[in-house]
């Protein structure tokens, strides 16, 4: 698999990102924000954590304009595979890439622990490494992270089982528990928590190993 991580300024776990999609067996490729295209065979663009743009206006929102988000819609549209965790969940609703919005934690608190998921499916390249039903811990470092969509696009979410994790303790008043959702074609994954930071045994926890592995393999086997 070719991945390639975008950095943005402000940008804080596109590093991480690469360290761990590179431990799961992919070529990484860095790809800065005012790049106009995606190096040629590319299959997944992941957009990274952080603070893009200082997370002016709403979080997501500028870096959802840069040049290379234009190149980000065309290779989803294109059928590639793209994964947004935290702020870059952010710009995934922003681009329009993922439906809903990512508002201000309820308790109005930056929240930064380890917190436990429900895998709500293993029907995705994604969250295949794991059972439906199984309780992961991955990490959550987030001001603006309370998941908000309209209640009929919660129910097509809900009926097309395209919530991917659910928090077992809500820590930002999502709608729903929802952590991380996947697009109709479930090729895109949006998710708060950092599965980038659950992949050593020096992180306190390799939960988010599966994740990545998982996502690669769907390569290695075609």
């Not at 992919?26 to 603070?51: E, N, Q, R, Y």
């Amino acid at each position: 698999m070719r991945a390639a991580v975008i950095v943005f300024p402000g940008s804080n776990c596109d590093r991480d990102m690469a360290v761990a999609l590179k431990a799961a067996g992919a070529d990484v490729t860095m790809v800065w924000h005012k790049d106009a295209a995606l190096p040629d065979g590319i299959d997944l663009v992941a957009v990274p954590g952080g603070f893009s743009f200082g997370d002016y206006l709403r979080c997501g929102a500028i870096a959802a304009q840069s040049p290379i988000c234009k190149a980000l819609v065309a290779h989803v549209e294109r059928g590639g595979y793209a994964l947004g965790v935290c702020n870059g969940f952010q710009v995934l609703t922003e681009t329009g890439l993922l439906p809903g919005a990512l508002m201000r934690n309820a308790g109005l608190k930056f929240v930064c622990k380890t917190v436990d998921l429900k895998v709500e499916t293993s029907a995705s390249a994604f969250t295949e490494g794991y059972n439906a039903g199984d309780t992961i811990g991955y990490p959550v470092a987030h001001h603006d992270g309370n998941y908000t969509v309209a209640p009929d696009v919660l129910d097509r979410l809900n009926g097309e089982d395209r919530v991917a994790f659910r928090y077992t303790a809500n820590p930002n008043g999502s709608v729903s528990d929802i952590a991380g959702v996947l697009s109709e074609n479930r090729r895109v994954l949006g998710l708060m928590p950092h599965p980038e930071r659950a992949v050593d045994p020096a992180h306190g926890g390799t939960d988010g190993q599966a994740l990545f592995r998982g996502l690669i393999g769907q390569f290695a086997e075609a």
